[in-house]
C-alpha cells in the first residue's frame, strides 16, 4: 500500500512528517510519497540519519497557508503540495493522501480534485479523545448543513465505527440544545423526524453536550460550525485536565510524593485523552480515502495518521458508503464531481 | 432585601429549596418569600424543623414542568409559581426572583411579566466553573441572534464581570471557528467587525473552543444555541474530570494511598470546578433582577443562587445597563414591554 503524505503547511516542520513517515513504514510495513520541499525533506532525511527504504519524494514548489483560501488549492496554488497529493491520488498514484494543512482548502481540494461519492455531501469525521472513541462528525467541513446533510452524515459515521472501530449497530445521537423533539433549531427538529424514521441508523435522539463526555453515543451528528466548537472544546478540555493534574501534584510535597506513586496511572490517563493517539479524521463522503491529521501533529500523530489511512483503505468502507447511500437516494454509484 | 423563590418544577423536591432559603435568611441576613405548593413547604420546615424567621410562603396553585412550552407560563399556567413570583417582583413584592424551572417559560415569563431594559434583547449570562470565573453569554435563551444582539451581550456581560467579579475593563472574545475575522457564518463575520470599532467593550477578537478551559477572555458571547452545548459540555467535563480522577485513584493500592494524602489537594480542586459554587445566572436584559439556578440545584446551589441575586441587587448592575445601553442606541433610559 502506498500513502501520499503532504510535508507542508501544517504547524510543525518537515521534519516530523518524515520522521512519522519513516516510523510509519518500519511499523506498518506501508510506502509513502512525501510530497513538499524536496530540499527539506531531504535535509531532515539526512540530519535525523533516516532510511529511505519504501519512502518517495515528489517535489512541489508551493504549499497552501492556514490563511490561505479554501479555494486557492484549485485556483492559484494550484502547483502546491496539497493539489499536487490530490491530484497523485485522483490519478490513482497512492492509495490514500494524509495532510495535516489548511482544512478548508483540503475539503475543497479533495472535492474537486478527487471527487465526492455520488449524492453525497463530505463531512470531516473526527474520533473524540474521551473514555472510549466517539466519532463527531461533521466536526468542521460545513457550517451551514440540512437535515439530509446530517442523516448522510450518521448513516456514514455509522459505517465507519462499525468498519473501523468495529461496533455493532452504532447508536446516533444528534446533538441539541436539550433532549425533547422540539428542541433547537428547523434543522434539529427536522433531522430528529428524519433519524427517527431511518432504517439504516441506530438512532437514539437528541443528546447535550452534558453526554458528550460520557460518550453517551457512538456517533454524534451536528452541523461544522457546532462541531468544530465542541471538537476544540473538547480537546482543550484534555489538555486543561492534564495541566490541572499537575498543578494538583505539584501542590505541595504531598503531591509529588503522590505523584511518584501514581506515575504509571498518570500515563495510561494522559494517554487517553491524547488527540494525536487517534492519528488523522477521514473526509467522510470523498471517493477516494483522504485523511486529516491534526494541523498541529508531530511525527507520533502523523505515524498515526498514517495507520488510520491504512486502516480506512483495508476496512473498504467508502465502498460501502457509496453501496448503502446509493440505496438512501436510489441513484447510481459513481461519483461525480460537484461543487 | 427580600428574595422570591420559586420552589416549585425544578429535578429536586421542594425541601432542598426551602433548606437553601433557610441557610441563606441566615447566612446572608435576607428575607425570602417562598412560592409554591404551601403544603409541601410546610411539610419540609417541619420534617426538618427549619426556622421560619425572616421566611414567607405564598402559595401558588400550580408549577410549570420542564416539558412545558415557554408561553405557558403567560397564557394555560399563569397561576403557576414561576407567574406568581414575576408577577410579585413587576409588583415590587420582592427585590428579585430565584427560579430553577424551565429557562425557556422564565424567559418568556420575565420579558412579558417582568419586562426587559428599552432595546435590549435578554440574554442568559452563565459563569463556567473553571479555573477562573468566564462569563457565556448568551448560555441558551435565544437560538436566533443579530449582530446588534451579541454586541449588547457583550456589553451587558462586560457590565456585569466589572460590577459584580470586580474585574476592570474584563475581555470580550467572540466564539467562532477559527480566530481569523474571515471565519464563521455571517452572523461572526459582521459581529467582529461591530465589536472592533465598539468604544465600550474590550474586545479581543475571536476565540476558538479550545481557549474556553484556559479562560482566555473574561467573557465569551455567543448564541443561545452554542453557548447551551458549550455550557451543557463544560459542566459534563467538570462532572467527568471528577469521576476519572476517582478512577485514577482506586485503579490499585498506590492509588489509594496516594488519594489520602491528596485528600485536601482534591477537596480543593473538585471545589473549583463546582458548578453550584456560583450559585445562579442573571437573565441579563431584564428590567428587574430575576436569577435562572441551574436545574438540578440542590440547598447549596439553591442558597448560592440567593446570594448572586442579593449581590446582583446590591451593585446596580441592571441601572448601569440601562444607562450605558441608552447611550449606545440613543433611546430612553425606561423599560418597555416587548415580544
Excluded at 501542590?251 to 511518584?260: D, H, T
Excluded at 502523523?302 to 476496512?315: D, R
Amino acid at each position: 500500500m502506498r500513502i501520499i503524505l503532504d510535508v507542508m503547511g501544517a504547524d510543525k516542520p518537515v521534519e516530523e512528517f518524515v520522521k512519522g513517515a519513516v516510523s510509519a513504514i518500519s511499523e506498518f510495513g506501508c510506502e509513502v510519497t512525501l510530497v513538499g520541499n524536496k530540499a527539506m525533506i531531504q535535509e531532515a532525511i539526512t540530519n535525523n540519519r533516516l532510511s529511505t527504504d519504501h519512502l518517495y519524494i515528489v517535489n512541489a514548489p508551493e504549499f497552501i497557508t492556514m490563511e490561505d483560501s479554501p479555494m486557492s488549492v484549485v485556483k492559484e496554488k494550484n502547483n502546491s503540495s496539497m493539489h499536487e497529493g490530490l491530484k497523485m491520488l485522483a490519478d490513482g498514484k497512492g492509495d490514500a493522501f494524509v495532510s495535516a494543512g489548511n482544512t478548508g482548502a483540503l475539503l475543497a481540494g479533495a472535492t474537486f480534485v478527487v471527487r465526492r461519492i455520488r449524492g453525497l455531501r463530505a463531512a470531516i469525521g473526527t474520533i473524540l479523545p474521551l473514555a472510549k472513541p466517539v466519532l463527531l462528525v461533521d466536526s468542521g467541513a460545513n457550517l451551514t448543513v440540512t437535515p439530509e446533510n446530517l442523516e448522510q452524515f450518521a448513516k456514514m459515521g455509522s459505517i465507519y465505527m462499525e468498519k473501523l472501530h468495529g461496533i455493532n449497530n452504532p447508536t446516533v445521537g444528534l446533538l441539541n440544545n436539550g433532549t425533547e423533539h422540539s428542541k433547537g433549531h428547523e434543522l434539529q427538529r427536522e433531522t430528529f423526524l428524519r433519524l427517527s424514521v431511518s432504517d439504516s441508523v441506530n438512532f437514539v435522539g437528541n443528546i447535550e453536550g452534558k453526554d458528550i463526555p460520557f460518550a453517551k453515543t457512538d456517533i454524534i451528528v451536528t452541523d461544522g460550525f457546532t462541531g468544530n466548537v465542541v471538537l476544540k472544546l473538547t480537546e482543550g478540555f484534555g489538555k486543561f485536565m492534564i495541566d490541572q493534574l499537575t498543578q494538583l501534584f505539584s501542590a505541595n510535597l504531598l503531591g509529588k510524593s503522590s505523584y511518584l506513586m501514581l506515575k504509571r496511572n498518570l500515563k495510561d490517563f494522559k494517554k487517553k485523552f491524547d488527540a494525536s493517539e487517534y492519528g488523522g479524521a477521514p473526509l467522510l463522503g470523498i471517493s477516494k480515502p483522504v485523511i486529516k491529521a491534526h494541523g498541529s501533529s508531530d511525527a507520533k500523530a502523523v505515524k498515526n495518521a498514517i495507520k488510520q489511512a491504512i486502516y480506512y483503505v483495508n476496512t473498504g468502507i467508502i465502498v460501502e458508503i457509496a453501496r448503502q447511500t446509493s440505496q438512501i437516494s436510489p441513484k447510481s454509484k459513481e461519483t461525480e464531481k460537484q461543487g
